[in-house]
């Protein structure tokens, strides 16, 4: 089972910021939080992920709070382009952990 | 680069016949995988090969089999295939199995 909870949907006005949030309450110290997303039917896309520092590149930025018991993507401008099947995971970055997807959070990108 | 690419990318097959699906990257990644996809769900992890020469099983690996021909081919085979694998499929590969991992563009698999 993932170990993260996403709200199954949201809305969001082009040029908007997108902020979606995820829970993983039972997140263990060697865990990195990871997104990925998912635009229509093609295969999913790597975000960005990080450990308990906030992280930034091009696409978005993460930001996760000092318990690290949930997270928050931002699309600081989101685009038509944005929207997709945004999926947040948790897993050790280390060994042969594989990625382990939930039903993630359906953005809608809305003109 | 190609990145990952998966053949064929529509098949339809009926009760108990075989196939296999391919998947090649041209990342010089060691790890790769095999994902089925049902309609309104997320992803679910097949089999993975973390290094040439290995293999472990996922989440749902009954009613499949998997090769890891070399380094950049990862192939899945169906030996008779059931509705219940109507699915879409996805490989994906990463460098190293704590990495990003990038997929491909799916195969679409009806089993009639």
């Known amino acids: 089972d993932a170990k993260t909870t996403q709200p199954p949907s949201m809305d969001c006005a082009e040029g908007r910021a997108a902020n979606l949030p995820c829970n993983h309450s039972t997140i263990s110290g060697n865990e990195y939080v990871y997104w990925y997303r998912q635009i229509h039917s093609q295969g999913p896309q790597y975000i960005i992920h990080g450990l308990k520092n906030n992280e930034t590149n091009e696409m978005a930025s993460l930001i996760i709070t000092e318990d690290r018991k949930s997270s928050t993507l931002i699309l600081p401008h989101a685009t038509l382009r944005d929207t997709a099947v945004y999926y947040c995971?948790?897993?050790?970055?280390?060994?042969?952990?594989?990625?382990?997807f939930g039903k993630g959070t359906r953005l809608s990108v809305i003109a | 680069n190609a990145g990952v690419t998966q053949t064929p990318k529509f098949q339809v097959l009926k009760t108990g016949q075989s196939m296999t699906l391919q998947c090649a990257q041209d990342m010089n990644h060691n790890s790769m995988y095999w994902y089925r996809q049902d309609p309104g769900m997320g992803l679910r992890l097949i089999y993975y090969s973390a290094s040439e020469g290995t293999t472990d099983k996922g989440e749902v690996p009954n009613g499949y089999n998997v090769s890891r021909l070399n380094k950049r081919e990862f192939s899945l085979r169906l030996e008779s295939a059931a509705p219940s694998q109507t699915s879409v499929y996805f490989c994906?590969?990463?460098?190293?199995?704590?990495?990003?991992?990038?997929f491909g563009p799916g195969t679409r698999l009806t089993v009639l």
């Open positions: 994906a590969s990463s460098e190293r199995s704590y990495n990003e991992q990038f």
């Open positions: 995971i948790v897993r050790v970055a280390l060994g042969n952990t594989p990625l382990v």
